[in-house]
């Protein structure tokens, strides 16, 4: 049974920084893809960023040079470095792997809250 565990979340001031961390396990195939999105209330869930296994990455635009995704492939863990949070940065954050066999999990969602 696959799991994704997320951690990191919580509370940050404005201009701070949080890391989110997603450890996967249950599979027997290798993680071809790895992600964050997140979801505020009344709002569709968005990506926010992703990273396939040879490491190339893509950000959503709103995050683009405030955010960084990594992965350790050994651990099957991705992370999100997140810096100079901004309120609009608040929502549920939800981790997202999609495995060789073309199966995609998502994680439980931990809540980021961005305020003074």
């Known amino acids: 049974q696959v799991r994704l565990v997320e951690s990191g979340g919580g509370l940050a001031q404005p201009g701070g920084s949080l890391r989110l961390s997603c450890v996967a396990s249950?599979?027997?195939?290798?993680?071809?893809?790895m992600g964050w999105y997140r979801q505020s209330p009344g709002k569709q869930r968005e990506l926010v960023a992703d990273i396939t296994a040879g490491g190339t990455t893509n950000y959503a635009d709103s995050v683009k040079g405030r955010f960084t995704i990594s992965s350790d492939n050994l651990e099957d863990t991705v992370y999100l470095q997140m810096n100079s949070l901004k309120p609009e940065d608040t929502a549920v954050y939800y981790c997202?792997?999609?495995?060789?066999?073309?199966?995609?999990?998502w994680g439980q969602g931990t809540q980021v809250t961005v305020s003074s």
């Open positions: 997202w792997v999609r495995y060789g066999d073309e199966r995609a999990y």
């Open positions: 249950g599979s027997a195939y290798s993680i071809h893809h």
